[in-house]
C-alpha cells in the first residue's frame, strides 16, 4: 500500500487540466486524475458509466457525469457478442474514438480488450499506447491482479494512467466459474485484497470493484489510497459505475442484481420505429411538411423538358 498511483496525464484534451471539485455541468473544467484524488479525500462521490458512440458521449457530457469508460461490455451492449472475450481492438477504438469527439470533461477511459494485453508488457504497452494515440483515451483499464499487476506497471512506466479492475473480471468468468459474485469466502476475499493492493502499487490510479460482498468493500476502502469505483460492490466505496445501456433500459439481455433501471429507454425506441413503420404503411408519413417543393414554373419547365426528351 506504499506506492502512491502515477499522476500521468495523455493530455487528449484541449480545455485546461486544472483540478476542480464538485459536479461536472456542462462549462466544468475537465476532470483529472488530481479531480478524483480530491474527492476521494473530500468524500465526494465519483459517478462513472459507460459509453460507446458519439450521442451517449454528448449524454455523458450533459449530464456531467465524471469518468466515462469505453468498456468493454460494448461487445454484448452494441456489437451483439455473446460475451466480451471476442471484441477486438480494432473494434474498441473505433467506439473510443467516437466518444472521444463527443466529450470535453468527464475523464475517457478505455478498456482493453481481452487478449490484448496479457502476453508481455510490450504487448500491453503498444495496446495502451493505440488508445492515447489513436481514441484519444485519458487513461485505460485491464482486468485481475495476477499477471496484469505487472502489465499495469508497464504501462503506467511507459506515461499511461491505468485503471485497474477486481472481483467478478467478466474476461475470465469462466476460470472464475461464471458470472457470479467474487470474494464471498475469507480466503477468496484475501485474494481480491491481495489483487488490489497489488494494482495500487504497480501505480493504478483507480479500481474498479465488481461484484463483490460489500462486507469485503468496507474493510478494504479504507486500506486503499487510490478511488474506488464500485458496481455491485455496495455503498462504502469512492465512487458507482454502470453500464449505460443496463441503467437507461436500452440492453434487453441479462440484468444483474446491482443493475438500477433509470429509464426504460429501449421500449420508447420499439415505440417510435412502430409508429414510424405504421405510418409509412397507412402514407400518413410523410406529410406535406416533410417535402420539399419546386416553383410551378420550374415544374412546368421541367415538364416541357422531360417531353422534349422523350420524344427525341
Ligand atoms: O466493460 C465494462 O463496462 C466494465 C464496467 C462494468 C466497469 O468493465
Same mark, same amino acid.
Given at each position: 500500500m506504499s506506492a502512491r498511483p502515477r499522476i500521468a #496525464? #495523455? /493530455?487528449?484534451? !484541449?480545455?485546461?487540466?486544472a483540478s476542480m471539485s464538485g459536479a461536472s455541468p456542462a462549462g466544468a473544467r475537465p476532470v483529472t486524475l488530481s479531480t478524483l484524488v480530491e474527492r476521494k479525500a473530500l468524500g465526494e462521490p465519483i459517478a462513472m458509466i459507460t459509453a460507446y458512440d458519439h450521442p451517449s458521449a454528448r449524454v455523458a457530457e450533459e449530464a456531467g457525469v465524471d469518468v466515462v469508460l469505453v468498456g468493454d461490455s460494448a461487445a454484448m %451492449? $452494441?456489437? /451483439?457478442?455473446?460475451? %466480451? $472475450? *471476442?471484441? !477486438?481492438v480494432e473494434e474498441m477504438l473505433m467506439l473510443t474514438a467516437a466518444v472521444r469527439r463527443g466529450l470535453e470533461t468527464p475523464l475517457l477511459v478505455g478498456d482493453l480488450p481481452f487478449? !490484448?494485453?496479457? $502476453? !508481455?508488457d510490450e504487448q500491453a504497452v503498444t495496446t495502451a499506447q493505440r488508445f492515447v494515440k489513436e481514441a484519444g483515451c485519458d487513461a485505460v483499464k485491464l482486468e485481475r491482479g495476477g499477471s496484469s499487476v505487472q502489465r499495469a506497471a508497464a504501462i503506467v512506466a511507459a506515461g499511461i494512467p491505468v485503471m485497474a479492475h477486481v472481483g467478478l473480471t467478466p474476461q475470465t468468468a469462466t476460470a472464475l466459474g461464471g458470472y457470479r459474485s467474487q470474494g464471498r469466502t475469507a480466503e477468496r476475499a484475501l485474494e481480491v485484497a491481495r489483487d488490489a493492493i497489488a494494482l495500487q502499487g504497480a501505480g493504478c490510479f483507480a479500481i474498479v470493484f465488481e461484484a463483490i460482498p460489500s462486507e469485503l468493500t468496507d474493510l478494504l476502502v479504507p486500506r486503499l489510497e487510490i478511488p474506488v469505483i464500485g458496481i =455491485? #460492490? =455496495? *455503498? #462504502? %466505496?469512492?465512487g458507482q459505475v454502470l453500464v449505460l445501456h443496463d441503467l437507461l433500459g436500452i440492453y434487453d439481455g441479462h440484468a444483474a442484481r446491482f443493475v438500477k433501471r433509470y429509464a426504460d429507454v429501449r421500449d420508447q425506441m420499439v415505440g417510435g420505429v412502430r409508429a414510424f413503420a405504421e405510418e409509412v404503411r397507412t402514407r400518413r408519413y410523410p406529410a406535406p411538411e416533410h417535402g420539399y417543393e419546386m416553383a410551378p414554373d420550374e415544374r412546368e419547365r421541367l415538364r416541357e423538358l422531360l417531353d422534349r426528351t422523350a420524344s427525341a
Open positions: #496525464a #495523455a /493530455g487528449n484534451r !484541449s480545455k485546461d487540466s %451492449t $452494441v456489437l /451483439g457478442y455473446p460475451s %466480451t $472475450v *471476442p471484441v !477486438s487478449g !490484448s494485453y496479457e $502476453v !508481455s =455491485g #460492490a =455496495g *455503498p #462504502a %466505496t469512492d
